[in-house]
């Protein structure tokens, strides 16, 4: 199977609706660059964290994936807490781009690194 250069998702809302869908896509599909960008601005911090939590658990293990764009979206805390999975198991990734994702001053970095 070949390797996509990009699954971009830019400014498309991603809801519980539409997750299922996205999630059997993004476990048959290789990939270098997920863009999330602005996908989750409509949607409550319950919705956010529960959708962005099954994303994590599917690219966690990619091989393939070297980038993810997840800037422009209200993350707050509970998205840092999704992202953690992810964060420290992927080992492949490259770039991340998280600009203007609601996580507050060093909110991220704790949340990733500290218990």
């Known amino acids: 199977m ?8 830019s ?3 991603i809801t519980n609706n539409t997750i ?3 999630i059997e896509t993004l476990k048959t599909t290789k990939f270098k ?3 999330l960008e ?5 949607n409550n911090k319950q919705e ?11 690219i966690k293990e990619s091989t393939n994936l070297e980038e993810l764009i997840i800037s422009k ?4 805390k509970s998205g840092a807490k999704a992202l953690k999975v992810f964060l420290t198991n992927n080992v492949n990734l490259k770039h991340l781009i998280i600009d203007d ?5 060093g909110a991220f970095i704790t949340q990733i690194f500290v218990e």
């Open 2 to 9: 070949d390797i996509l250069p990009e699954i971009d998702l």
């Open 11 to 13: 400014e498309n809302r």
């Open 20 to 22: 299922d869908k996205l």
């Open 33 to 35: 660059k997920l863009n």
């Open 38 to 42: 602005s996908v989750f601005t409509k």
């Open 48 to 58: 956010t964290f529960e959708i962005l939590r099954k994303i994590c658990e599917v």
């Open 73 to 76: 979206n209200a993350l707050g």
């Open 101 to 105: 994702a609601g996580l507050g001053e």
